[in-house]
T-cell receptor, first 112, second 113 residues
Framework: DGGITQSPKYLFRKEGQNVTLSCEQN?????MYWYRQDPGQGLRLIYY???????QKGDIAEGYSVSREKKESFPLTVTSAQKNPTAFYLC???????????FGPGTRLTVL | GENVEQHPSTLSVQEGDSAVIKCTYS??????FPWYKQELGKRPQLIID?????GEKKDQRIAVTLNKTAKHFSLHITETQPEDSAVYFC????????????FGTGTRLTIIP
């Protein structure tokens, strides 16, 4: 499981504030992913990146933004445009030679 | 796009009995089907996966079956143990390079001692 870290574990923000979630990996993986997990809804893909300086929208990208300036890092910004940002956010990475995605420990974001 | 349905949403079985979780997918082009286990408060972890060129795969007490014609796949856990209690997610993707996974909504499995 090691190699993918997310920080912080818990995050509280006031409504209307942007917040950035960190995701770092030292697995030398090219591909990285951001998912949102809500009770009863499984994991939904927000953004993904196959290579540095390139990323694509997933199924629920509205209100989120990402960057991929370094191979090891794929930060996710939850903007004030996201209508319901309170959720558990999971980052994952993958060696593009294989299928398996490895998940980070997650960040639980609560917007007050 | 792909849609994955998963049933049941909750499942309770006696320790030692078998558990079966079923998923259906909509996109016939999907060819990779992983199963993830998520224990309470922890990250999802891959427990088994199957490709569309295989009908069944086993790993000790865990097996996955795939029916491409019917577009459904199932997870089978035999001789269940308390540590099998968790939420299980199925997923589907097309192995085209980006491996975008579409997940089912999860099954909360509880093993009754």
């Amino acid at each position: 499981d090691g190699g993918i870290t997310q920080s912080p574990k818990y995050l509280f923000r006031k409504e209307g504030q942007n917040v950035t979630l960190s995701c770092e990996q030292n697995l030398n993986h090219d591909a990285m992913y951001w998912y949102r997990q809500d009770p009863g809804q499984g994991l939904r893909l927000i953004y993904y990146s196959q290579i540095v300086n390139d990323f694509q929208k997933g199924d629920i990208a509205e209100g989120y933004s990402v960057s991929r300036e370094k191979k090891e890092s794929f930060p996710l910004t939850v903007t004030s445009a996201q209508k319901n940002p309170t959720a558990f956010y999971l980052c994952a990475s993958r060696d593009t030679n294989y299928n398996e995605q490895f998940f980070g420990p997650g960040t639980r974001l609560t917007v007050l | 796009g792909e849609n994955v349905e998963q049933h049941p949403s909750t499942l309770s079985v006696q320790e030692g009995d078998s558990a079966v979780i079923k998923c259906t997918y909509s996109d016939s082009a999907s060819n990779y089907f992983p199963w993830y286990k998520q224990e309470l408060g922890k990250r999802p972890q891959l427990i088994i996966d199957i490709r569309s060129n295989v009908g069944e795969k086993k790993d000790q007490r865990i097996a996955v079956t795939l029916n491409k014609t019917a577009k459904h796949f199932s997870l089978h856990i035999t001789e269940t143990q308390p540590e099998d209690s968790a939420v299980y997610f199925c997923a589907a993707s097309i192995s085209s390079g980006n491996e975008k996974l579409t997940f089912g909504t999860g099954t909360r499995l509880t093993i009754i001692p």
